[in-house]
């Protein structure tokens, strides 16, 4: 696409104001595991070249309209202070993905997972059909299984995948049977324990003026540590590298040598969304194991940006919700049939700039019809914004909220009998904020809480308790610090080793000590119930009562309030 010298101007006065809008497109001439790519040989196969473009997102998490917030990026006259850019949604994103097609005979769409769960009311409430629908039509081609497609089991995933009837459904109407994906979803190191084979193809294979290229894709083998365990019940997760250089000799007896790797796992770097100086996580310590057939890796998980180079391989990720498209453009050589260059950029999906998909909106319109008598419905006033901004200890205004309304939900007069709830921050997936006079919908709150997690109330022991809060650090990529209800409070040091860090002393409960052979009633969500989050000690509970969605109890919460306040933040205390 051509571009006018204004836009030239504008683009270097932006790269030199802040160099992290847009960024520098890190090009990277790959490193050399075979004659036929190394560096210093620039004509490989006499010079015979096919150009592919590559499109990637992840983390879409079924975001149909534009995230609240947009994104943030470097203020162009202020490259120390950061703006929020209007960004996102399936509008936009759909005619960002046709322009970069435009004039580009070889072209593709993929992912690198998480495209649904923890998904907006608009795709959560129908099971995330609208988003598969949306991306299908998109022109998605492949995507790896992110450890959210599995938050309700492999049923549905395979469900959403081949099609069938929504879930509670299984003698539905022809006219109710969901279609199917109109992309392949790929699951290389997810076996089915019974079979001892992939519960989805392990990659997909496309060929471009005759060079062949393999996509493999696969999830974070974590991913049971972190999802509903009885959603992962009889499935293994291998290790990521171990699987696809299992899968390298395969594809080259195949006669293929382009390799890109969709990995639903990422990193954590530190500078602009085309940048990744101080990268950690993960992601670098996988790609250092991967075989050196391996040209290129798209990945995901963190909802980090970044374009990066590790161990001489690309390696990009998009953000988050739809915000960014990143464009990768590969050389392939028609006789070696391998990658000779590799360069990328990630693109803001700016929705005040890109016109709106007619197909997309027509989409959108047709899903909010449906769900518009319940996402509109105000359920109850906030006085302020209720936030996921932490205190050193871990303690958020948003989190003590759902923790209130979950005791609420299961105290003794509603029968569950319970007397402290805790809820994971995973689990709250965006803030509430204050907005419309404070008016909440009962989509906000969906959006808040979109897992449809029952609530589990539980017998435990003081002493179980204390191990449920050491938990918080052990065994975790970072620490999780649990949002506990009013009348529970304790202290914690965080410069004493994992497993010694809370004070046995300071857990009290409406200022009694709790005592460690006491037995005591407390609610969780039912990920949390089974273990999620590697909070196993919740597996010991016992008299189990299953109570409302987590959604529903915080809504009948704001029914009661008048007006929800945020409160004063002393229930976790930090010692160090």
């Known amino acids: 696409m051509g571009m006018t010298a204004w836009g030239v101007y504008m683009r270097l006065r932006l790269r030199l104001c802040s160099m992290l809008v847009l960024g520098l497109a890190l090009a990277v001439p790959l490193a050399a595991p075979s004659p036929a790519r190394a560096q210093g040989d620039p004509e490989p196969g006499g010079g015979e070249r096919v150009e592919l473009r590559i499109l990637a997102i992840n983390d879409f998490h079924g975001n149909l309209l534009p995230p609240a917030g947009g994104i943030k990026l470097p203020d162009p006259d202020d490259p120390e202070q950061t703006v929020a ?23 593709i769409f993929v992912a690198a997972g998480d495209l649904i769960g ?153 500078g602009g969304i085309n940048e990744c100086p101080g990268i950690s996580g993960a992601i670098t310590e996988i790609v250092p194991k991967l075989d050196p057939a391996v040209d290129l890796v798209i990945s995901g998980h963190t909802h980090k940006a970044y374009v990066c180079e590790i161990d001489g391989r690309l390696v990009t990720s998009a953000d988050k919700f739809g915000t960014l498209v990143t464009e990768i453009d590969l050389t392939l050589d028609r006789n070696s049939r391998d990658v000779v260059t590799a360069k990328a950029e990630n693109l803001v999906v700016r929705t005040e700039e890109l016109a709106r998909d007619p197909q997309q909106t027509a989409l959108i319109e047709h899903y909010q019809k449906i769900v518009q008598p319940l996402a509109e419905r105000v359920v109850g006033h906030v006085a302020a914004a209720l936030t996921k901004e932490e205190t050193p200890a871990g303690e958020t205004t948003l989190g003590d909220v759902i923790a209130d309304a979950q005791l609420a939900a299961t105290r003794p007069e509603r029968a569950s009998g319970a007397e402290i709830a805790f809820t994971n921050p995973g689990g709250v997936r965006t803030e509430l904020p204050f907005r419309n006079g404070g008016a909440v919908t009962y989509a906000d709150l969906f959006a808040v809480q979109p897992f449809g997690n029952s609530l589990v109330t539980m017998e435990l022991t003081g002493r179980q308790i204390e191990r449920l809060l050491e938990q918080q650090w052990l065994d975790q990529p970072k620490p999780r610090i649990l949002h506990v209800s009013a009348g529970f409070t304790y202290r914690w040091d965080g410069a004493r080793p994992p497993g010694e860090r809370v004070d046995p002393a300071s857990m009290m409960l409406h200022g009694r000590p709790i005592e460690p052979d006491g037995a005591y009633r407390i609610t969780v969500n039912s990920f949390l119930a089974e273990g999620g989050d590697g909070f196993s000690v919740l597996k010991e509970g016992k008299d189990r009562v299953t109570g409302p969605y987590d959604v529903d109890a915080l809504a009948d919460y704001f029914g009661e309030i008048e007006l929800v306040k945020p409160g004063p933040l002393d229930r976790i205390g930090r010692v160090d």
């Open 85 to 107: 850019v209007p960004a996102g949604g399936a509008e936009a994103m759909a005619t960002l993905i046709t322009q970069r097609r435009a004039g580009r005979p070889n072209a």
């Open 118 to 270: 923890a998904s907006p009311l608009l795709s959560g409430i129908l099971h995330d059909e609208p988003t598969i629908d949306s991306l299908s039509k998109m022109g998605l081609e492949a995507s790896a299984v992110g450890n959210h497609e599995f938050d309700d089991g492999l049923a549905e995933l395979l469900r959403l995948q081949h099609g069938g009837c929504p879930p509670g459904q299984p003698d539905c109407a022809d006219s109710e049977r969901f279609a199917g994906a109109g992309f392949q979803y790929l699951a290389a190191s997810t076996i089915d324990d019974a079979t001892g084979q992939p519960v989805l193809p392990p990659y997909h294979v496309r060929e471009f003026e005759g060079v062949p290229v393999a996509f493999i894709g696969l999830t974070l083998k974590g991913t049971p540590g972190i999802v509903v365990p009885s959603g992962v019940a009889g499935l293994t997760f291998k290790d990521e590298a171990e699987t696809v250089n299992a899968l390298v000799p395969e594809l080259r007896a195949k006669g293929i040598e382009a390799i890109v790797v969709l990995i639903h796992e990422g990193g954590y770097p530190t």
